[in-house]
């Protein structure tokens, strides 16, 4: 099984809405990651897990709170968004590579959860 | 800024010619990887070349690598439709890290 996936594909929220998104993977990989694309713009990371620890955080405004509960799944919690936060967000995991952190592996995609700021 | 800069941003071609697109970053690199993506989709990896080879190739596609240039070059030979997609130069940006950084990409035609 070669699939990450995201759920949901599509999420429509208010400004004061608080809502979740969710992916998951079943390769084993230790390593797993947030990135935000706007339209025709590469994706921008924003989070990497590693080990179910927080390796990298972008400087990611705290209105998004990624969690991962176990090596399979990664959510991202989402609080008080702004228009501007409208994007397709994209989960993606690695092999977690060499033990001081570096990932010389692929990364397997998600299709994405279209998100619309209201 | 970004780590990696692409040109040209768009292409269209031809079916049945090549397509060539190229990344340009600006640091030292373990690696370099193509990635595709279809229109508002997740990205699909195409390839992986590390810093001390200079070409690899799978299927019809090639992928070159200048360290010395700071680039990187994806040809795609015999185009064909489906291969109407964007496509990405990743780099591990900063070594020793999870940390990959996205070229701007190029966005491929190719009409049949």
């Known amino acids: 099984d070669t699939e990450v996936t995201q759920t949901p594909k599509h999420l429509v929220m208010g400004m004061t809405n608080k809502k979740s998104l969710k992916c998951e993977q079943h390769m084993g990989h230790r390593a797993m990651y947030w990135y935000k694309q706007k339209a025709k713009k590469p994706p921008e990371l924003m989070f990497v897990?590693?080990?179910?620890?927080?390796?990298i955080n972008e400087s990611v405004p705290s209105r998004f709170s990624p969690e991962c509960p176990n090596s399979s799944l990664l959510n991202l919690h989402l609080h008080a968004l702004q228009p501007e936060d409208s994007a397709l967000y994209l989960c993606a995991s690695s092999h977690p590579g060499l033990a001081g952190g570096t990932s010389s592996y692929e990364q397997y995609f998600g299709p994405g959860t279209r998100l619309t700021v209201t | 800024s970004q780590q990696g800069e692409e040109d040209p941003q768009a292409l269209s071609i031809q079916e049945g010619e090549n397509a060539t697109m190229n990344c340009s970053y600006k640091?030292?690199?373990?690696?370099l990887q193509w990635y595709r993506q279809n229109s508002g989709r997740g990205l699909v990896h195409l390839i992986l070349i590390r810093s001390n080879e200079r070409e690899k190739h799978s299927g019809r596609l090639r992928v070159t690598l200048d360290t010395s240039k700071k680039s990187s070059s994806l040809l795609i030979t015999a185009s064909r439709a489906a291969d109407t997609a964007s496509y990405f130069c990743?780099?591990?940006?900063?070594?020793?890290?999870?940390?990959?950084?996205f070229g701007t990409g190029t966005r491929l035609k190719v009409l049949a």
């Open positions: 990743a780099t591990d940006a900063v070594l020793g890290t999870y940390k990959y950084i």
């Open positions: 640091t030292s690199i373990n690696n």
């Open positions: 897990y590693s080990y179910e620890k927080l390796s």
